[in-house]
Nanobody, 115 residues
Framework: QVQLVESGGGLVQPGGSLRLSCAAS????????MRWYRQAPGKERELVAG???????DYADSVKGRFTISRDNAKNTVYLQMNSLKSEDTAVYYC?????????WGQGTQVTVSS
């Protein structure tokens, strides 16, 4: 049974940093591309960043240069380092993996950027 458990969210001031973690289980983590999505109130869920099994990364234009996705295959964990946070980064952040054409999601972790 696939499980994705996000953590690390919270309240941070504009310009601050947070690191999100997603602990995965129930599948061979090292074989799959992992992604972070986010969903702000009243908005569609959007792709934030992805990292392939080989470590190649891609980012939404809105977070390039501020966010860094990484993975630790020994710990079955994917991370999202978020720097220079802005109010518009406020959202619930979700971890995602697609297996056999089926998307699996975690429960999400809330990130609020506010002074």
């Amino acid at each position: 049974q696939v499980q994705l458990v996000e953590s690390g969210g919270g309240l941070v001031q504009p310009g601050g940093s947070l690191r999100l973690s997603c602990a995965a289980s129930g599948f061979t983590f090292s074989n799959y591309k992992m992604r972070w999505y986010r969903q702000a109130p009243g908005k569609e869920r959007e792709l934030v960043a992805g990292i392939t099994s080989a470590g190649s990364t891609d980012y939404a234009d809105s977070v390039k240069g501020r966010f860094t996705i990484s993975r630790d295959n020994a710990k079955n964990t994917v991370y999202l380092q978020m720097n220079s946070l802005k109010s518009e980064d406020t959202a619930v952040y979700y971890c995602n993996v697609v297996r056999w054409s089926t998307a699996q999601w975690g429960q999400g972790t809330q990130v609020t950027v506010s002074s």
